[in-house]
């Protein structure tokens, strides 16, 4: 029988969808978080359910060669990512790996093949959106496992123009409280073309606002600001030749 708190020394047999490694105790299944597939840890059991159970790492016993030190300060309790503590290329390898297990496993495609992954010239500062959550105490991402919400001041994962949009934001959102009320979530997208930054304010995935911010000034707020409603405003891009447009 496992129980909670318990102690368990861990062998890591492969990564999953989500960013959790995957191990066994005796039959039973075991997710964690923070590992590498080869590595052996000590870690805590956290919960126990029927078919599976759950553990944080504790302390590793044997470490991967393909592990290294995470860049971000919030990287041990944030959850916008899960795998900084693996260098790049491994990651691409399990990537690749876990794409072709749900094709085979829940597809059913037993003959996919998967080709290998096109390494990314960037290995930080390359997403183009990002959504992050609103609460009284800020502007940030979910704690792991949890509905708590870390309010972070940059994200190693976004380009700068972004980042001086959230900046920008959490600003806003200290200063202009009511401009925020109902708000659970904002969207920031970057447009290629101009370098602007969409802020798109949601209410449990309903827009109510929209807001194009020009990167490169200030990040204070004015109380000239304004927000216009979706039906005010459009956005178009042009990727690889292919124009988009937003309403």
């Known amino acids: 029988m496992y129980s909670k708190d318990h102690l368990e020394t ?19 299944a075991c997710f964690i978080d923070d590992v590498i597939p ?13 078919q599976y159970v759950t553990a944080s790492l504790t302390e590793i016993c044997e470490s991967s060669p ?25 990651q691409l390898h399990w990537k690749r790996l876990i794409v072709e297990d749900c ?5 059913r495609m037993s003959d996919a093949a998967v080709l290998e992954i096109i390494p990314s010239d960037s290995q930080f500062q390359y997403r183009s959106r990002t959504n992050l959550k609103v609460s009284s105490s800020g502007i940030g991402y979910h704690q792991r496992g949890t509905r708590n919400i870390i309010p972070v001041s940059c994200c190693p994962l ?27 979530e904002i969207q920031l997208l970057l447009i290629n073309r101009t370098q602007q930054v969409i ?49």
């Open 199 to 247: 802020i798109s304010l949601l209410n449990e995935s309903e827009l109510k606002a929209t807001l194009l911010y020009t990167p490169g000034g200030t990040t204070d707020v004015s109380i000239n600001d304004i927000f216009l409603t979706a039906s005010e405003h459009s956005y178009c891009d042009i990727i690889s030749g292919i124009t988009f447009y937003r309403r």
């Open 103 to 107: 094709l085979n496993r829940i597809g």
């Open 66 to 90: 393909h592990r290294i030190n995470p860049i971000c300060a919030y990287f041990k309790y944030c959850g916008g990512c899960q795998w900084q503590h693996i260098d790049y290329h491994y």
């Open 158 to 184: 976004l380009p700068p123009s972004l980042n001086q949009a959230l900046s920008y934001a959490t600003n806003l959102h200290s200063k202009n409280t009511s401009l925020f009320k109902g708000i659970t």
């Open 38 to 50: 080869g590595e052996t840890v000590s870690a805590t059991i956290t919960t126990v359910k029927k």
């Open 10 to 28: 861990l062998f890591i047999e492969k990564l999953l969808y989500g960013g959790s490694g995957l191990s066994h105790i005796g039959s039973m």
